[in-house]
């Protein structure tokens, strides 16, 4: 089955670091906005799914009445399997009782909290709108009123960080009754605010040792309370892996509906615009529309499959595209697998713990 990703790409306000499609006080288009969502889910009326992600942006910045359109569209649009993972992005400072109620009343099942850290300093330092007591109440809240399938995001290198706090922010992790936590190391892009402090010489980030010390530092941690690393930036609790963001790393189909989202459907990627104005006047796709070759599909496997710890199905492999894995990148294999960066186990090649430390490096050589 299809999984399904809808974009909502408003914010409070722009935390300073990111360069996502969202904006900040745009309360007045929400409505309309909701609408043009409406009308590009009837383009795909009917269609199976059984991952729903509602992302962006922060979802929650919708108010109640306007979550519970949202789900009804969702829901009027496409047939849910039984068994479906449907989840919310949301960010601390945007919920109360109500909406997660909303939430919970319209069969969502998965929460993600963009929490980032739980030291004050470090969200300030990234332009967050909430403190870490917020983040830790709202986690607890999500979980007493009965969605317990609860991720949160936390980040490394961000300015300020040191292992002791990195340290403390995975300890309160731990205290709350979460199931998955995705670990991102904070990427400076350039525009943002952030960037141009660093530029400005503002703040210094840990230097590559300390990084790499610190993510190992993470690794054990994750591993000592039971969270299991299946992907290069994912940890979950045994069977707690989010189906949907496996869909994207299992090359699996996918639409995307609302501002700048993407599409993998019948063997062709597209996009909609990113330009809002456009969006609400019903202007979808901005049309980039690219078919994979069957050179596309087996790199994009390969790129894809890597990330996971899990690594690569050769039955998979040979189901897909008809040939052995070892008669298409044998030599490459053979090679890592030399090195230690590649090991077999079982039926399936994956990257070695040293082989997902310089993954992008590895993963290159499997482009075609
Ligand atoms: S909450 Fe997320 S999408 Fe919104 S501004 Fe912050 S980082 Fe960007």
Request: one cysteine or more; aromatic letters at 12%.
């Amino acid at each position: 089955m299809t999984g399904l990703y809808i974009h909502i790409p408003f914010c409070v306000k722009k935390c300073k670091y990111c360069d996502f499609t969202s904006f900040s006080g745009m309360e007045d288009n929400f409505d309309k906005y909701l609408g043009a969502l409406s009308e590009e889910m009837k383009q795909y009326k009917g269609i199976d799914v059984d991952t729903v992600f509602v992302g962006g942006g922060t979802p929650t910045v919708l108010n109640q009445k306007q979550l519970n359109r949202l789900i009804g569209d969702i829901k009027n649009n496409f047939e849910l399997s039984e068994i479906c993972e449907f989840t919310f992005e949301v960010n601390p400072g945007t919920l109360n009782s109500d909406k997660i109620k909303a939430l919970k009343d319209g069969g969502v099942n998965r929460v993600s909290v963009g929490v980032q850290s739980f030291v004050d300093t470090e969200l300030l330092a990234l332009g967050r709108i909430h403190n870490s007591r917020e983040a830790f109440n709202t986690v607890s809240m999500i979980h007493d009123m009965g969605i317990t399938n609860i991720n949160i995001d936390l980040m490394t290198s961000i300015p300020y960080q040191t292992r002791e706090s990195l340290i403390k922010s995975l300890n309160m992790a731990f205290k709350l009754p979460i199931t998955h936590i995705s670990a991102y190391s904070l990427i400076l892009e350039e525009g943002t605010p952030l960037f141009n402090e660093y530029e400005n010489g503002v703040f210094s980030l840990p230097d590559d040792d300390t990084d790499r010390e610190m993510f190992d530092t993470l690794k054990s941690k994750m591993k000592e309370h039971g969270f299991l690393r299946y992907e290069i930036s994912n940890f979950s609790k045994p069977g707690y892996e989010s189906r949907h963001n496996l869909k994207y790393w299992n090359c699996d189909e996918y639409i995307g509906i609302g501002l700048s989202a993407h599409s993998y459907l019948d063997g062709r990627r597209f996009s909609n615009t990113d330009n809002l104005g456009k969006y609400l006047n019903l202007e979808f796709r901005n049309g980039d529309t690219k078919t994979l070759t069957y050179d596309d599909m087996v790199s994009e496997f390969m790129m894809l499959g890597f990330r996971k710890t899990k690594g690569i199905s050769e039955a998979e492999f040979k189901k897909r595209f008809g040939k052995d894995i070892n008669d298409i990148y044998g030599r490459e294999l053979q090679k890592f697998m030399d090195i230690s960066l590649i090991e077999y186990d079982r039926g399936y090649y994956r990257l070695t713990d040293r082989g997902l430390d310089i993954s992008n490096s590895v993963i290159c050589e499997f482009m075609r």
